[in-house]
């Protein structure tokens, strides 16, 4: 194999278009240290270590989800798209289980190791948040995954708590109480990133539903079925948009985050067709892609929205 399509082959596994993702969890929890000051001081190296062990974390559960589903048979089911299915490298012989397995292990190790030197600098409260963390990128395939409550975490540990812990690590020092660490503010504006990461992962089970079914998965779509799941869906968004309004109304966010809600067109579009389709995979597709970028546009003006506040 030539060292081009190597690198392809890798790229594809570690999902790195969706890798994005972590880079804009922590952009949020930036701004949310400037528009809530704390003790600490936010520093550069602060902010580059934070992205590092986000995208480290959220490649390694891409990774571990690879292994497993390629040791489970699910990827030899899966109908493939950009969005679901897996990246197909593992059946394609691209890659060797044990060299996945290698490189979710290492991820998880830096990550690891980023969200302890935060815990020593800043506050011990973030190791509690990293081991939520690292027990959700573990689990998830294994447990979370069998007994519908990997939508839950990954929404929690891809979505609020990386806002949270960011924030924290950037703001707060050692030795400072637990209940000076963390305004109010910064967990309500942690919920629209958490419902949406939740969102992208579970619009993303309906093409797959068949296939996880055999490998031994019970997620939410599976139990409730594409036609109800489509409705949950779209309450989904719902709840993401009317939270940020709430943020507003509330005075956390100023009139600035009403850019958050220019995706509401796009989100609509993929509700809709998520309700029409639900049933025709390669119909529903196009409903994928739209959630992708509902998902990382709504996330990024988020953070915008909140810097102009």
Known sequence: MSNPDNIKSWLAQFRVNFLVL??????IGVATAYMFPGR???SVLS????TIGMVSAHASVNLFNE???????????????????????????????????NAATVTLIISAAIGIYFAVVAHWSIL????IGGLSIVLY??????????ELFA?????????????????????????????????????APGILTALLLFINEFPDVEADTKGGRKHLVIIMGRRRAAVLYVLGLAATFLSIIGCIVAGILSWWGLLALLTI???????????KEYNNTPKLIPALGMNVVTVLATDFLLAFSIFLS
């Open 265 to 275: 067109p796009v989100a609509m579009k993929a509700g809709l067709t998520a309700l």
């Open 67 to 101: 292994y497993s589903d390629y040791k489970t048979g699910i990827d030899l089911e899966t109908l493939k798209s950009p969005f679901s299915g897996g990246s197909g490298m593992l059946p394609m012989g691209k890659t060797k289980p044990k060299q996945v397995l």
């Open 155 to 191: 929404g929690l540990s891809l979505g609020s708590l990386p806002v949270i812990g960011s924030y924290i690590a950037l703001t707060a020092a050692p030795g400072q109480p637990l209940s000076e660490i963390l305004p109010a503010g910064v967990v309500w504006l942690s919920v």
């Open 128 to 131: 509690a948040l990293s081991i």
């Open 22 to 27: 972590a880079v804009l969890l922590v952009l």
């Open 141 to 150: 395939t294994p447990f979370l995954a069998k007994i519908a409550l990997g």
């Open 40 to 42: 600490g001081a936010i």
């Open 47 to 50: 902010i580059v270590l934070l």
